[in-house]
């Protein structure tokens, strides 16, 4: 078992390729082979972190996608972030969440605060 550091976009490919059969039989940990796999997906994720970054999502983008599945409306948010007319200038962009929303919005609604302090761009 050859395990290399993942530098070029080709290693990256040989890495994928190497695991790709343990996918379809997942070997047992501890073994030489679940070690194998083991250290080959922690360089890919490595990789993947510092070539392919995923941007948190913007506030609002935070806010309509907790509030679309739990079948949450603007009038439900008012706890969190205040009157009703505050509630739509937030969905809309036109107000910035202040500290004590985004603490209210995390802990009544789980959303990551991470993604609820960064600004919004226009």
């Known amino acids: 078992m050859n395990i290399r550091p993942i530098r070029t976009e080709q290693d990256y490919k040989d890495a994928l390729k190497s695991v790709s059969p343990f996918f379809d039989n997942e070997p047992q940990p501890d073994t030489p082979e679940g070690d194998y796999l083991e250290v080959v997906i922690t360089l890919i994720e490595a990789y993947e972190a510092r070539h392919f970054p995923i941007d948190l999502p913007n506030p609002v983008d935070s806010i309509r996608f907790r509030m679309e599945p739990s079948g949450l409306s603007p009038a439900d948010l008012v706890p ?43």
């Open 80 to 122: 969190a972030i205040g009157r009703q007319n505050r509630v739509y200038k937030v969905l809309n962009g036109k107000r910035a969440l202040t500290l004590p929303m985004i603490w209210k919005l995390h802990e009544m609604f789980g959303i990551p605060a991470e993604s609820l302090i960064r600004p919004v761009k226009s």
